[in-house]
T-cell receptor, first 115, second 111 residues
């Protein structure tokens, strides 16, 4: 089954404790992306990746890191989480970045709480 | 960062009514996408638009790519209870590979 998976689905942590949220897709998609969703603000893009070893900042990259060592995986890293990073996070992937085949498929979400 | 303005923010409608919502931007888009998000789920693509003036349907849903390329519209005809959810417009501004999402329209259908 074609899908985007994220782990963990729920995470409660404390300020400053490094964490990683994993994202994996099995559709051989080139484009992958991370979003955060906060009430009243919709989804805001954190980072995106056009392909392996190619990443770029979205609209809200501060406090986050990503890597794209393999095509299927795109982990989101919070080196020193803070309470303002409490949010619902979504990973998404699409075949290419644009050009008529940029339908993004979203993972199920990771709800992160930073105390 | 840039955001797309969606209106209305929320709607309460009776089952069977038609629904209209829109999305506007200060910059030009080459692609407009409409997503629906159910509670506890990730967004799911409903309709994709790739050309100014394009009108595309998906069952009871119809979306249009505005002529100015700065807006898009989504209509739902004869709403049913399962239409409940949050509807987002989205797309990459022209010349970028970023994705911008609207703030969402929350739809509630009263049976």
């Amino acid at each position: 089954e074609a899908q985007v998976t994220q782990n963990p689905r729920y995470l409660i942590t404390v300020t400053g404790k490094k964490l990683t949220v994993t994202c994996s897709q099995n559709m051989n998609h080139e484009y992958m992306s991370w979003y955060r969703q906060d009430p009243g603000l919709g989804l805001r893009q954190i980072y995106y990746s056009m392909n392996v070893e190619v990443t770029d900042k979205g609209d809200v990259p501060e406090g986050y890191k990503v890597s794209r060592k393999e095509k299927r995986n795109f982990p989101l890293i919070l080196e020193s989480p803070s309470p303002n990073q409490t949010s619902l996070y979504f990973c998404a992937s699409s075949l290419v970045a644009s050009g008529g085949t940029d339908t993004q498929y979203f993972g199920p979400g990771t709800r992160l709480t930073v105390l | 960062g840039q955001q797309l303005n969606q209106s209305p923010q929320s709607m309460f409608i009776q089952e069977g009514e038609d629904v209209s919502m829109n999305c506007t931007s200060s910059s030009i888009f080459n692609t407009w996408l409409w997503y629906k998000q159910d509670p506890g789920e990730g967004p799911v693509l409903l309709i994709a638009l790739y050309k100014a003036g394009e009108l595309t349907s998906n069952g009871r849903l119809t979306a249009q790519f505005g002529i100015t390329r700065k807006d898009s519209f989504l209509n739902i005809s004869a709403s049913i209870p399962s239409d409940v959810g949050i509807y987002f417009c989205a797309g990459p501004p022209s010349g970028t590979y970023k994705y911008i999402f609207g703030t969402g329209t929350r739809l509630k259908v009263l049976a």
